[in-house]
C-alpha cells in the first residue's frame, strides 16, 4: 500500500514535471527566435540600440529563468526514479521476509539504516521518548495516520526478563507509596 501510494503521487508530479518541462523547451526556442529578429531588426536599423538591449536583456532573463526551472525540474524527474528504485530494492528485501517466526540480528541489520533515541519528555508526568526509525533504502517511516493500533497505542512485546523488570518496578512503586502513606498517618495532627 506505501508503494502504491507513493507510484501514484510521484506519477502525477512527474507527468506534471514532463509537461513543464516541454513548455519551458518550446519557450526557451521561441525566446531564440525572437532574439534572433530582435537582431536583425537592430542590424537593419529599424530599432534603436536602447530598444535593442531592452528587449534582447527581457528575452535572455526570461530564458535563463526557464533553463533554471528546467534543470530543476530534471533534477526532481531523476530524483523519482531513484526513489522508485530505492523503494523496488526495499520491497524485494520485505518479500524476502515475509514468513519468519523469529526476528534476527542479520534481519535487523539488513532493514534498518540507522535509529534515533531523542531525549526523554517527563514534562507530561509520563515518561515519553521520542524514537526515529530510519529503514534501508526508503529512509524514515513513519507509521501512516490510518494505521492505529486498537486502543490508539503500540503493543510492546516484552520479553520474559523485562516484564521480571517491570514486575519489579510496580513492586517497588507500590511499596514506596505505602511507606509514603504510613509516614503521613504517623504525623501528629497539630490544631
Not at 508530479?13 to 527566435?33: C, F, M, P, V, Y
Not at 526523554?120 to 530510519?134: C, F, L, P, T, W
Not at 510492546?156 to 517491570?166: H, N, Q, Y
Amino acid at each position: 500500500m506505501l508503494r502504491e501510494e507513493s507510484a501514484i503521487k510521484q506519477a502525477e508530479s512527474a507527468k506534471s514535471h514532463r509537461q513543464q518541462i516541454t513548455k519551458n523547451e518550446k519557450r526557451i526556442a521561441e525566446l531564440d527566435l525572437l532574439f534572433r529578429k530582435t537582431y536583425e531588426d537592430f542590424a537593419a536599423e529599424r530599432l534603436t540600440e536602447k530598444r535593442f538591449e531592452q528587449l534582447s536583456g527581457g528575452y535572455e532573463s526570461e530564458q535563463t529563468e526557464l533553463e533554471k526551472l528546467t534543470a530543476e525540474l530534471r533534477i526532481e524527474l531523476d530524483a523519482f526514479d531513484t526513489d522508485s528504485v530505492r523503494g523496488d530494492k526495499f520491497m524485494d528485501l520485505a518479500k524476502r521476509y515475509t514468513d519468519f517466526s523469529e526476528l534476527t540480528p542479520a534481519m535487523l541489520h539488513e532493514f534498518i539504516e540507522k535509529v534515533i533515541v531523542h531525549e526523554a519528555d517527563k514534562s507530561s508526568g509520563v515518561r515519553e521518548q521520542r524514537v526515529d526509525i530510519y529503514l534501508n533504502y526508503i529512509g524514515q517511516f513513519n507509521v501512516p495516520e490510518w494505521f492505529k493500533m486498537e486502543d490508539d497505542t503500540p503493543q510492546v512485546i516484552l520479553t520474559a526478563e523485562e516484564k521480571k523488570r517491570a514486575q519489579w518496578r510496580e513492586y517497588a512503586r507500590v511499596a514506596r507509596e505505602k511507606k509514603r502513606n504510613a509516614k503521613i498517618q504517623e504525623q501528629p495532627i497539630t490544631a
